[in-house]
């Protein structure tokens, strides 16, 4: 088990409310730094998962925050239509 590599998910406050990284380095207090965010930039764990699995997690993840903002988007869209209906603008 040692050595192997990892893929470390932390809290981040814009949906999907986790980022997460490749593990490069990891304090004696957990906090990993990681190749996507580099040197000296740590952050405190939720989860780890072995590299592969969390990086297709990581991909699952950006795919549902696409479609996240899409529908925001659509959402959007939907109530500026019904303010121009209100205003007949």
Do not use: C, H
């Amino acid at each position: 088990m040692k050595n192997k590599p990892l893929f470390a998910f932390w809290k981040y406050d814009q949906f999907p409310f986790v980022l997460g990284g490749e593990v490069t380095d990891m304090k004696s207090d957990g906090a990993v730094e990681t190749k996507e965010y580099g040197p000296g930039y740590y952050f405190t764990p939720i989860k780890f998962l072995p590299l592969d699995e969390g990086k297709k997690k990581m991909a699952e993840l950006r795919k549902l925050q696409d479609e996240y903002r899409d529908a925001q988007k659509k959402i959007s869209e939907d109530f500026l239509d019904k303010r121009k209906l209100i205003l007949k603008v």
